[in-house]
């Protein structure tokens, strides 16, 4: 596609609820990342992928966030049970490379939980 | 680890009026460095970014950044700003080597007014 395509683009969790955040990144693109952006913050790393492995996820808060990208393409992050505190924006954002390369970023995802 | 200062939360100026805005990062090693902008219902996207060389990195729309590696800074200048740069600009740093996992500050909310 034309961009870093995320959906859902809103989603209201109630607290306990598991959640699956989706990330198209522009075809080719061998980097993906996650991000975390609270209100009036910084995004914040979360975790990558080159291709379909999984370099780093020394950013992701605690084991109930697991971050996928089986085939290298789309990659999907998933909460399980949420709190209150997981409330943010998340960010998708992929690369070419994956250094020295321009990121693009996706719109996010705005997760409440109630 | 990295961390990312901008000490300006809010910044109101005039149409025509001047820009900078402060950068300032803790880090003992070789980094890059770059400035992300976001307008209104837009998604992030880069503004300028600092690899090596020339100290003063020019980018989009008139926009340009001096690293000055003794003061740990890497500052956004404008000469003359106009109402369509208001957004909010986030500066972020990496690792050299490190890839395109970046550091963000907190971001700088810019309003222009007419």
């Known amino acids: 596609g034309a961009g870093v395509s995320q959906s859902p683009r809103y989603k209201v969790a109630k607290r306990g609820q598991d959640v699956a955040l989706r990330c198209d990144p522009i075809s080719g693109h061998v980097s993906l990342f996650w991000y975390q952006q609270a209100l009036g913050q910084g995004p914040e790393f979360l975790t990558y992928f080159q291709n379909e492995a999984q370099l780093d996820k020394s950013g992701l808060p605690s084991d109930r966030f697991f971050a996928e990208r089986p085939e290298g393409s789309v990659s999907t992050l998933k909460i399980q049970r949420t709190q209150q505190e997981d409330s943010a924006v998340y960010l998708c954002?992929?690369?070419?490379?994956?250094?020295?390369?321009?990121?693009?970023f996706g719109s996010g995802t705005q997760l409440s939980v109630l | 680890a990295q961390s990312v200062s901008q000490h300006n939360h809010h910044v109101i100026l005039s149409e025509a009026a001047s820009l900078e805005l402060g950068c300032n990062y803790s880090?003992?090693?070789?980094?890059?460095l770059f400035w992300y902008v976001q307008y209104p219902g837009q998604h992030l996207q880069l503004l300028l970014k600092y690899f090596s060389g020339d100290p003063l990195v020019k980018g989009i729309k008139g926009f340009e950044a001096e690293f000055i590696k003794s003061k740990f800074s890497f500052n956004l200048r404008k000469p003359s700003v106009q109402w369509s740069d208001t957004a909010e600009y986030f500066c972020a740093v990496s690792r050299t080597g490190g890839g395109n996992k970046l550091t963000f500050g907190t971001g700088t909310q810019l309003k222009v007014e007419l």
């Open positions: 880090y003992g090693g070789t980094v890059n």
């Open positions: 954002a992929s690369s070419r490379q994956l250094a020295n390369e321009k990121l693009f």
